[in-house]
């Protein structure tokens, strides 16, 4: 078992950035029983931390990379320890300093990210030439807002509608946009929760030095893993720029009469809340304002909706990682949009997503649900 007492490196990674948190714990074990691992399987977060307040982890174990970051545990400890930052900090230590084994798919995610600039390992300079035939232009100083879509958005055939969606709709509503290609990277948010820091400071540098040569000072984005890490840690190196969800922007867009709706889409919908977008960010009306105003579209609410959402299970690194049938919170939260007789589940994320779209992938949902974008639906109707 490696724990952290041989490693100098490693009790200072957790000093710098879980240390306050792990003075605060009282091992009270509320966060466990939260934890949504804990309905699939068994996670003891209070466990982890306690080892971590006593040096004694045991980082070869898979525990370790479970944590998703999804901020429930969070939202009811009593003294408001940062689980995710703890986990993070034990997570780093295995990829920095090398005490125990990162899995095999973070790896490679790891390795495309830090060589060519996105986790799926494509070409720096196919990230912008599918928009060419839509007709967007380069970001150019003057601009007034840069697109900035999420790398899934950008080279995964399903995550690319989502990104083509709020292309069409921003030309239709007339916005000023642009979109940079080659010299912008992944946004880094994953690889920063995973535990590698050293990745996602230098794509932290280079992003902002590509954005204040090009003269950045809005941005629009479709990932709130971008939205989250822009407007939270990009500022502590140096970010300075406004950066609004495509939610929000649509929200602003219909308060403004600039989204026309031609066509009624007699629909039942159901809207899964992102962690970054609504317990990290708080962004829970402007969805539900965008949805309730497409014409025909009836929004029901699951179970666990805002602030109790339950996460797809998809953030820090676990996207990447295989989480075995039975284990996978998106099959429950599949069966809370069918327990509403919903017929589309709205999402607003690419992890989100990706993982729903994994899931309905398995015969026993049949043909029930329908998995949109909130922006296709928006392109849909208009
Ligand atoms: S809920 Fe908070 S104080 Fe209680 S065990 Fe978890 S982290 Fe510690
Ligand atoms: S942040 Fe979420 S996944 Fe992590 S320990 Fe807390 S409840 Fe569990």
Redesign the pocket.
């Given at each position: 078992m490696a724990t952290l007492a041989p490693y100098k490196e490693a009790a200072q990674i957790i000093e710098e950035e879980g240390g306050e948190?792990l003075k605060?714990?009282?091992?009270?074990?509320?966060?466990?029983?939260?934890c949504p691992w804990n309905r699939v399987t068994s996670f003891t977060?209070?466990k982890l931390?306690?080892q971590a307040q006593l040096g004694l982890v045991d980082f070869e174990h898979d525990e370790v990379w479970r944590c998703v970051s999804c901020k429930l545990?969070?939202d009811?400890?009593?003294?408001?320890?940062r689980?995710m930052d703890?986990m993070r900090a034990l997570r780093r230590v295995i990829v920095e300093v090398g005490a125990g084994i990162t899995p095999d798919a973070l790896r490679l995610s790891m390795k495309n990210t830090s060589g060519v600039g996105n986790p799926l390992g494509e070409e720096r300079e196919k990230r912008t030439d599918w928009v060419k035939e839509l007709g967007v232009k380069t970001f150019t100083k003057g601009t007034e807002i840069l697109y900035f879509p999420c790398c899934y958005q950008i080279y995964d055939p399903f995550g690319k509608r989502v990104a083509r969606a709020a292309v069409n709709i921003m030309k239709k509503a007339g916005v000023d946009f642009g979109m940079l290609g080659a010299e912008v990277s992944c946004c880094g948010e994953s690889m920063r929760k995973a535990g590698s820091e050293s990745i996602f400071q230098n794509l932290v540098q280079s992003n902002i030095s590509a954005f204040a040569e090009a003269g950045v000072r809005k941005i629009v984005v479709t990932s709130p893993h971008c939205y989250h890490t822009f407007t939270e840690e990009y500022p502590e190196f140096g970010g300075d720029f406004e950066v609004i969800h495509f939610v929000q922007y649509l929200s602003e867009l219909l308060r403004e009469g600039k989204l026309e709706f031609t066509k009624k889409l007699n629909k039942k919908v159901t809207y899964h809340d992102s962690c970054c977008l609504g317990r990290y960010a708080g962004l829970y009306d402007e969805p539900r304002q965008v949805l309730e105003s497409i014409p025909g579209l009836e929004l029901v609410e699951m179970r666990e909706n805002r602030e109790h959402a339950l996460c797809c299970g998809g953030c820090a690194g676990r996207f990447w990682m295989e989480t075995k049938k039975g284990e996978r919170w998106s099959d429950l939260r599949i069966a809370q949009a069918i327990e509403v007789e919903a017929n589309v589940l709205a999402v607003a994320c690419p992890y989100c997503m990706l993982n729903f779209q994994d899931s309905l992938l398995s015969p026993e949902w049949g043909d029930a649900l329908e998995l949109k974008d909130i922006a296709q639906l928006v392109e849909e109707a208009m």
């Open positions: 948190a605060l714990c009282y091992q009270c074990g509320l966060c466990t029983a939260v977060p209070r931390i306690h545990c969070v009811r400890c009593p003294r408001g320890v689980v703890i």
